[in-house]
Structure formats: structure tokens, C-alpha cells
């Protein structure tokens, strides 16, 4: 029996799975590389803490397959709370079948629902598919320049 496609908040049994995910991801990415128990620290803090944010996985037939990460701010400019959305991947085995759209417009739907601002990410520059991806979903060019300093 088909389980089907859903979109829902990521549970304690997800976490590997989600870390996989990541280390794929972390790949691809060249700010970042893959360290399993950092990124599980990660994601259990988040799971634990949900004023921090929010888990969303995808499943197909019941596995994860993709997953987004919703951080929750305050914006002084909106007046609002906000979200941050990271790490947002679709296992390899599952692209190009749309379910990348249904994971970032359910985590878009939470977020109107819980009154959220605005919906901030970041994505490499050099990646050119996710960049159309994004702007597909009505994503629009900042002219705010992201700057960081490791602790």
C-alpha cells in the first residue's frame, strides 16, 4: 500500500535520516561541509526549542526524502516575526518531480499562517538552479550583502 506524499513537522526518528540529508546538501555547498555530529546537535536544538524554529520533512511512501529548516526572528523593519528558511534538499533519488515546490510552499503556508513578515534564505551563488528555483516561488533578489564571523 502507497503511503503517498506528505509535508509535515520532523519528529526524533527523523533526525538521521535529515543528517544524511544534510551531509548531502554540505556537499554541494561550498560554505559548508558535511560534520554529522554538528549538524544532529543542530538539529536536535531546534526540534527541542520550537520558539527556535521548525523541522519540516517530506516523506514518499512514508521515507524522508527532503527537508527545510524554518528559523524563527523578529524583524524591527516588518514589525513581525520572521523566518529564516535553511537547508532546504530533496534526496537525489527524488528531484525534479515538483516535490521541492510542495516542501518550500508548505513551510510558506505555515508561515503565513503564523503571521510571519517576510521568509529570508539564503542560497550559494554559484548555484544557478536553485537560484531560478527560488525565484520560480516568487523569491526576489536582496540588495542586503550577507556577512559572517565564525565563533
Given at each position: 500500500?502507497?503511503?503517498g506524499t506528505i509535508v509535515d513537522f520532523a519528529t526524533e526518528a527523523d533526525l538521521s535520516a535529515m543528517a544524511d540529508l544534510l551531509h548531502e546538501l554540505f556537499t554541494l555547498e561550498s560554505d559548508f561541509r558535511p560534520e554529522r555530529d554538528k549538524q544532529l546537535?543542530?538539529?536536535?536544538?531546534i526540534l527541542d526549542t520550537p520558539a527556535l524554529g521548525r523541522l519540516f520533512?517530506?516523506?514518499i511512501d512514508g521515507?524522508?526524502?527532503?527537508?527545510a529548516n524554518?528559523?524563527?526572528?523578529?524583524?524591527?523593519?516588518?514589525?513581525?516575526?520572521v523566518l529564516l528558511l535553511e537547508d532546504v534538499i530533496v534526496g537525489r533519488a527524488w528531484r525534479g518531480r515538483g516535490h521541492g515546490r510542495r516542501l518550500v510552499e508548505h513551510v510558506l503556508d505555515w508561515a503565513r499562517q503564523q503571521g510571519m513578515?517576510?521568509?529570508?534564505?539564503l542560497a550559494d551563488q554559484d548555484n544557478a538552479h536553485a537560484l531560478a528555483f527560488?525565484?520560480?516561488?516568487g523569491f526576489e533578489p536582496s540588495?542586503?550583502?550577507?556577512?559572517?564571523?565564525v565563533l
Open positions: 500500500m502507497s503511503l546537535a543542530g538539529l536536535r536544538l520533512v517530506l516523506r521515507q524522508v526524502a527532503g527537508m524554518a528559523l524563527i526572528t523578529v524583524s524591527t523593519a516588518c514589525g513581525a516575526p513578515g517576510r521568509v529570508t534564505l527560488y525565484e520560480r516561488l540588495a542586503m550583502v550577507v556577512r559572517r564571523r
